[in-house]
């Protein structure tokens, strides 16, 4: 997968070259995590690809060009796997996220959100301590990865979205459900 792309900064496994170029994941205080560390050789298929954000950038650039796949592959980039919209986690809770994408689903790897003419396809996750995000716009090709390490990196991405892109409507989503779940947390 990383080499065709030229992806050199990339790995799914922890291996040596990382211990200088992994940064430590933090708590929201900015204090690293005093148990935080790469163990070579370990991996998760599920989770933790190290990368660069020139090599994410890469690969999202990959994915909009057609990544050298079939037509019948890249159609699975935004081919319904789960509909949102009703999910309990990610919906639109009957109206009150507005506006709600159509589509708004998981496909292989990716929410889709559609807003009219225009499909987005986003990917992120996050664990203790770091947060990783990006998304491309399939009508422009433009998009953006952010990697947070810290504890709030989740939280500032959709924030940093939006002050780059005024645009982009899928951050609608993001602030919803971090609004959702905080307001539930404190109350």
């Known amino acids: ?37 790469l163990d070579e050789g370990y991996w998760n298929p599920a989770d933790d690809l190290y990368v660069t954000v020139e090599d994410y950038a890469a690969f999202l650039s990959d994915v909009w060009q057609g990544g050298g796949v079939s037509p019948e592959v890249r159609q699975l980039r935004t081919q319904v796997q789960t509909p949102l919209r009703e999910d309990s986690i990610w919906g639109c809770d009957g109206g009150a996220m ?17 807003y009219g003419d225009s499909l987005n396809l986003q990917h992120g996750g996050n664990d203790r301590g770091e947060a990783a995000n990006g998304y491309i716009h399939l009508d422009s090709g433009n998009g953006l990865v952010v990697l947070g390490n810290g504890a709030n990196g989740l939280l500032a991405w959709p924030e940093i ?8 409507r899928f951050t609608t989503t993001f602030h919803y459900i971090i609004d959702k779940f905080l307001t539930q947390d404190s109350g």
Do not use: N
Not at 99 to 113: K, L, M, Q
Not at 161 to 168: P, S, W
């Open 161 to 168: 979205v939006d002050a780059i892109d005024e645009e982009q």
């Open 98 to 114: 507005d506006p709600c994408p159509e589509p708004y689903e998981h496909s292989i790897g990716w929410i889709v959100f559609g």
């Open 1 to 37: 997968v990383y080499d065709p792309i030229g992806m050199d900064g990339a790995s799914s496994v922890q291996e040596a070259w990382m211990a200088d170029r992994v940064a430590q994941p933090t708590a929201a205080e900015g204090e690293p995590f005093p148990d935080f560390a």
